[in-house]
Nanobody, 114 residues
Framework: QVQLVESGGGLVQAGGSLRLSCVASGTIFSRNRMGWYRRATGKQRESVAMISSDGITNYTDSVKGRFTVSRDNAKNTVYLQMNSMKPEDTAVYYC????????WGQGTQVTVSS
């Protein structure tokens, strides 16, 4: 059974930084596509950043140049480094894993104050 556990959310001022972590278990992590989604209040869930099993990344336009997704296969962990944060980044962030099927973490709240 695949489990994804996020950590690192919290409250930060605009212009600040946070790093989210997601530890995966019950899966061959290195073969999974991993990433992060977010859902802001009253909005649809959106893909924020993805990293393939061979390290290829892609980002939604609104975070390009500010967010960086990375992975450490030895630690079964995917990260999301968020810099120059904006109030519009406020959302619940979900870890995502895909290999044959999708899996989701429980979510971690990120709040950016202006």
């Amino acid at each position: 059974q695949v489990q994804l556990v996020e950590s690192g959310g919290g409250l930060v001022q605009a212009g600040g930084s946070l790093r989210l972590s997601c530890v995966a278990s019950g899966t061959i992590f290195s073969r999974n596509r991993m990433g992060w989604y977010r859902r802001a209040t009253g909005k649809q869930r959106e893909s924020v950043a993805m990293i393939s099993s061979d390290g290829i990344t892609n980002y939604t336009d609104s975070v390009k140049g500010r967010f960086t997704v990375s992975r450490d296969n030895a630690k079964n962990t995917v990260y999301l480094q968020m810099n120059s944060m904006k109030p519009e980044d406020t959302a619940v962030y979900y870890c995502y894993s895909y290999r044959y099927r999708e899996h989701w973490g429980q979510g971690t709240q990120v709040t950016v104050s202006s």
